[in-house]
């Protein structure tokens, strides 16, 4: 994981040089989670079961405390099922989320990511209102080796693309499809409906194996607050987080799982083709930490 200007684990690594583990080890702590996004009720939840740890083992070296920092916060993770479920053939999967968190080019990176484990991969350009959308969404495809079914004409219904990109993979064996969706949310009822009725028009050919919604890390709290509606209407059953060009945020994706309930599933942390990654609790925990 890169390392921002500020980072958890830079802030950590002066905390744990320290000859034992003081009064402002734990105020360090709680400063340094803080300000990587945790909030404060998991910070304080953190904090309270690293005490009784240190407490129960009756030790007072910094760097049990960071061992016991990055086991709590595997545990944490490891609270949610992170596996993407694309078994069906083909695999269905509904990108959906607010404008301008980074939809189009995770759809790029996520055909990439899936063709590095040998899957075949078509994209359909449901965000039919935005006319740039469909050509960004061209270009990140063509980037991530995937076919692309466009709409027929401007405007099309985006039910419809969705029904021919799934028509597209069973005519020509693709093995996962991944379909665009709008995200504008000024009419939060119409878009709910437009996403309903995608869903109906999809399950009528094809199960839908995965709902992921994408989250801007760099937004925090607020991001969550504009996907509400996703969330409750979309039948979302994964997160990305996107922008998490570092630890400085990497608390965000235990808060937004916690919050949610719903498991993060991918990772995108950079802005070149290959920067999507899968979620692994116990990796993700050793870069925060480390």
Known sequence: MAENSWSLGRALRGMFVKPTIDDNTWDDLETALLTADFG???TERIIDELREKVERFRTTDPRDLQRMLKETLEEHFAKFDTTLRLTERPAVVLVVGVNGVGKTTTIGKFAKYLQRYGRSVVVG???TFRAAAVDQLATWAERGGAAIVRPQQEGQ???????QTIDYAKQNGVEIVLVDTAGRLHTKGGLMDELTKIRRVIEKQAPISEVLLVL???TGQNGVMQAEA???HAGVTG???TKLDGSAKGGFVLAVQERTGIP???LGQGEGVGDLTGFTPHVFAS???D
């Open 239 to 241: 997160l990305v987080i």
């Open 125 to 127: 350009a449901a965000d």
């Open 40 to 42: 404060p009720d998991i």
């Open 230 to 232: 996703f969330l409750e």
């Open 157 to 163: 219904d985006p039910a419809s693309v969705a029904f």
């Open 216 to 218: 801007d890390a760099t």
């Open 264 to 266: 993060v599933k991918l």
């Open 287 to 289: 870069a925060l930490v």
